[in-house]
């Protein structure tokens, strides 16, 4: 696996904000010798999720350039952001969704701001 597409599973996987859980998983690639599967995961530690419902997404794809490491990762690192933007926005609008659904008499009292 080429290091700067390894580098940037590692980013995003180490990126938490309180509160969450993030995961990657390879395997080898079913379909192409030297390529992988990829699946990212992202769900709420244990400490939230006896608050509220279970919110945990993941996506997967695979790779096309990781091969023996000798061509440019650059097409599988593009794929790996939009993957990334993907998933981030499937969770934050379900993790919403479901706050919204858990604590809608509460989240409805606002105040302004003078």
């Known amino acids: 696996m080429h290091q ?3 580098q940037r599973l590692l980013t ?11 995961k990657v998983f390879v395997s080898d690639s079913p379909m192409h010798q030297g390529e992988y599967l990829i699946r990212l995961e992202k769900g ?3 400490t939230l999720t006896s ?5 945990k997404v993941s ?7 990781q091969q023996h490491g000798q ?9 790996l952001n939009k993957i ?8 934050n609008d ?8 858990t604590f809608s008499d509460k989240l409805n009292r606002y105040a302004a701001l003078n």
């Open 4 to 6: 700067d597409f390894k």
């Open 12 to 22: 995003w996987k180490n990126d938490l904000h309180p509160g969450e859980i993030k």
């Open 44 to 46: 709420l530690s244990g």
């Open 51 to 55: 608050k509220v419902n279970e919110v």
């Open 59 to 65: 996506n997967q794809f695979l790779t096309v350039s």
């Open 71 to 79: 061509q440019d990762s650059s097409t599988d690192i593009s794929h």
């Open 84 to 91: 990334i933007y993907s998933l981030e926005r499937e969770f």
């Open 94 to 101: 379900l993790y919403e969704q479901i706050m919204q659904e």
